[in-house]
């Protein structure tokens, strides 16, 4: 990062490029390659549990197809992650395509439809939440 930025002739192309690989760099080593599980009660819709899987593959965070949907959105919610939500295939509540995002929050937000920590909702194979792999 520092190189990049030391650089004089460095565009800002680069610079957030460089910023953003030092950021994710900071977890990506420590979150291993598999399936994870997100299973949340949303009041706004009566309580009901909403379930979905996320791969993490090669520092790519996929919230995978078939995984449930929240049909609505939050006033938290970004509007980024709202227009894709908008924009990306979902039948009756159901995800038709992989959806790749930058970090288990987006993928969370993505699927709640509301401002989430994803690091403590999304769960491993033991039901432990991702936020154990980070680095300290």
């Given at each position: 990062l520092l190189k990049i930025v030391e650089q004089k002739d460095?565009?800002?192309?680069e610079i957030n490029e460089a910023i953003y690989i030092s950021c994710i760099e900071d977890y990506l080593p420590s979150l291993p390659n598999g399936i994870y599980t997100l299973s949340r009660k949303i009041k706004r819709q009566n309580n009901t549990v909403f379930k979905a899987k996320m791969e993490v593959k090669d520092g790519k965070f996929i919230v995978l197809k078939g995984s449930e949907i929240v049909p609505d959105s939050a006033s938290s919610?970004?509007?980024?992650?709202?227009?894709?939500?908008?924009?990306?295939?979902?039948?009756?509540?159901?995800?038709?395509?992989?959806?790749?995002?930058?970090?288990?929050?987006?993928?969370?937000?993505?699927?709640?439809?509301?401002?989430?920590?994803?690091?403590?909702?999304?769960?491993?194979?033991?039901?432990?939440p991702i936020n154990i792999y980070r680095m300290k």
């Open positions: 460095a565009t800002e192309e919610l970004l509007p980024s992650i709202d227009v894709l939500r908008n924009n990306t295939p979902i039948e009756n509540g159901i995800l038709k395509e992989d959806v790749v995002m930058d970090s288990p929050s987006a993928c969370g937000e993505f699927v709640i439809g509301a401002a989430c920590n994803g690091w403590n909702y999304w769960k491993d194979t033991d039901n432990h």
